[in-house]
């Protein structure tokens, strides 16, 4: 060991200690991440293998588009994407439309006592923590009943109920953040509330909302136990089409891989897309609450 | 005033009207459903209210050699929902704190982590069964053959391991994302004057660091749990309950009673239980968190 360093030495020391230790950190982070993300990924790359690559586990293949063109092709695919497109468009406008009013009037609202407002709220938020279960039955036998199973009209209104308190709960603490002095000095100017919600509202959190309609965009694409039990074939949903993969097409991995790959990647994309605001959603609204 | 007071009402309404049609007013006919002898397999029996058969029918323990199967479901969704809870915890937090590093694209590494979470749970579950667990094609197979040893179907040995594993892998990221926002909140003069005292890794990490988020992980857990419990795709489409009835929860026994044994009575004895027992548990997790707000407040 050297006695005398000079103070260059030193601080070069630190210097390669702090590059070594910031590049086994990344080196572990990614192989964590990478492997964490592997099934999927994994997933990914079947999706461009023939049916008798995809027979054994293999990493490396030359690539085909054949698998993904037979799926994109398949007019039985293409009913249950469109039905899950039909679910997920209409069902975030609606819960969109119910919850975003009723947030705000949560909000800013003046009802009848001080303490209706929390009620209410508390009230949305107890339904989230409903489990499906306890509504599938009378659901199911009221969609027979009316025959409900072959129409689109019949889970897009369950789907509705079960989604606007997601976006109440929500945009109800994207709305907390706006200072009431706003909405104060522009009753005075002659607003009316719905004015006030259109036109000052809406448009300072229109972020947040946008990421309350991504995630409920999310939600709906992946929800299956409702699709599942109130749907027919001709209305059944993508999740639905993955169950029954199996029964219905046989074992095709590769044929697999790339429908699940179609049905996977819309929700992957939006839901990164939706991290921060649901983390923000979720917590404070649960913490405050 | 008065006026004004109904109109606010008036935004709130038409929310309140399609989320009570479509969730409490079913919820309350289960609750009557659940009283009634009502099996659509025997249209020649007539309806009629039997006050607490269904639940007798489930919950009466004749003798102790005869102990009714919902105990052993019972206790299956407590360990399915309860493993999974504890991993999504120890190893989110863990997972959460090393993401927390400033590295070069750690929001490419984020992003990654954070995918399965949003992978419909049916398409996930597919893709295990095939792409890894299974013994021809999947990887499992692949390397139990390199390593000479002969590939068993995991999914029939070890229906619950494996389930409390694929919820994990689904649920986890969540943790991760809601407790790596609760790290990111921790002050940074606070981590610094942390080094300067001299306080070691294990100490700033369960002494300091995890006291502070431990509201983040009351959240995520409460949470967590509500999703969890309810989850029943990846279960219909892995071991579908099996074998027998070794890997059902309670959502997939409302399935089975009500799709399969067509006895809208009984499941709807089963659901009315799980959503009590759901709601009991969710009541006491958000207590403890009201608890602690008030204490910092």
Not at chain 1, 105 to 127: M, P, Q
Not at chain 1, 156 to 166: D, R
Not at chain 2, 192 to 219: A, E
């Amino acid at each position: 060991m050297e006695g005398h360093r000079t103070l260059q030495q030193i601080q070069r020391g630190i210097r390669t200690r702090r590059i070594l230790k910031l590049t086994v950190m990344t080196v572990i982070i990614y192989t964590i991440a990478i492997v964490y993300f592997s099934p999927i990924l994994y997933m990914f790359l079947t999706g461009f293998k023939t049916e008798h690559q995809a027979v054994l586990p293999r990493l490396f293949f030359t690539p085909t588009f054949e698998t993904f063109q037979r799926v994109v092709g398949d007019p039985t695919m293409f009913r249950f994407i469109r039905n899950s497109a039909y679910q997920v468009f209409f069902g975030t406008l609606l819960s969109l439309l119910l919850g975003i009013p009723a947030a705000f009037g949560l909000v800013f609202g003046r009802l009848r006592k001080d303490t209706t407002n929390g009620n209410i709220y508390l009230w949305f938020i107890t339904t989230i923590l409903l489990p499906p279960v306890a509504v599938i039955i009378p659901l199911y036998t009221w969609f027979q009943q009316f025959n409900l199973i072959n129409t689109p009209y019949g889970l897009l209104v369950a789907y509705v109920g079960f989604h606007t308190p997601i976006v109440v709960w929500m945009v109800h603490s994207f709305f907390s953040d706006l200072p009431v002095e706003i909405f104060e000095a522009s009753e005075i100017d002659g607003c009316s509330r719905l004015q006030q919600l259109i036109f000052i509202a809406v448009p300072l959190v229109r972020t947040g909302i946008m990421s309350a309609a991504l995630l409920v965009a999310v939600f709906i694409w992946n929800e299956f136990f409702l699709g599942f039990n109130l749907t027919g074939n001709p209305t059944a949903t993508l999740p639905v089409y993955m169950a029954r993969f199996r029964e219905q097409q046989g074992m095709f991995v590769a044929q697999l891989s790339a429908s699940s790959t179609i049905a996977v990647l819309p929700a992957v994309i939006f839901g990164w897309m939706t991290q921060k605001a649901l983390v923000k959603g979720l917590t404070l609204g649960a913490v405050k609450g | 005033m008065k006026k004004k007071k109904s109109k606010d009402f008036l935004f709130i309404l038409p929310a309140m009207i399609v989320v009570g049609i479509m969730t409490q007013v079913p919820f309350l006919l289960t609750i009557i459903f659940s009283t009634l002898r009502w099996n659509l397999a025997r249209p020649d029996l007539p309806r009629v209210f039997t006050g607490f058969d269904n639940y007798t029918h489930f919950l009466k323990i004749p003798s102790l050699q005869n102990v009714p199967e919902f105990y052993s479901i019972l206790w299956q969704t407590i360990v399915i929902t309860g493993s999974t809870l504890i991993l999504c915890a120890v190893f989110g937090f863990l997972l959460a704190l090393l993401f927390d590093h400033k590295i070069p694209g750690i929001n490419i590494a984020r992003t990654l982590i954070l995918g399965p979470f949003f992978v419909m749970s049916t398409a996930s579950g597919v893709i295990w069964k095939t792409t890894i667990f299974n013994t021809t094609f999947g990887w499992y197979g692949y390397f139990s053959r390199l390593l000479g040893a002969w590939p068993i179907d995991l999914l029939s040995y070890y229906p619950v391991q494996i389930l409390i594993m694929l919820f994990t892998w689904q649920w986890m990221p969540f943790f991760i994302l809601v407790l790596l926002a609760g790290l990111q909140g921790i002050p940074n003069d606070l981590v610094d004057s942390m080094k300067i005292d001299g306080v070691n890794w294990f100490q700033g990490t369960f002494k300091i660091k995890l006291p502070l988020i431990m509201n983040h992980m009351r959240v995520a857990v409460m949470l967590g749990f509500v999703f969890i419990i309810k989850e029943f795709g990846l279960i219909l489409v892995t071991t579908a309950g099996g074998p027998g009835t070794r890997s059902y929860t309670l959502p997939y026994m409302v399935f089975m009673q009500v799709f399969n044994a067509n006895n809208i009575g009984r499941g709807s004895a089963v659901a009315v239980m799980t959503v009590a027992l759901t709601l009991l548990l969710v009541n006491l997790l958000y207590k403890s968190i009201k608890k602690q707000n008030e204490r910092y407040a």
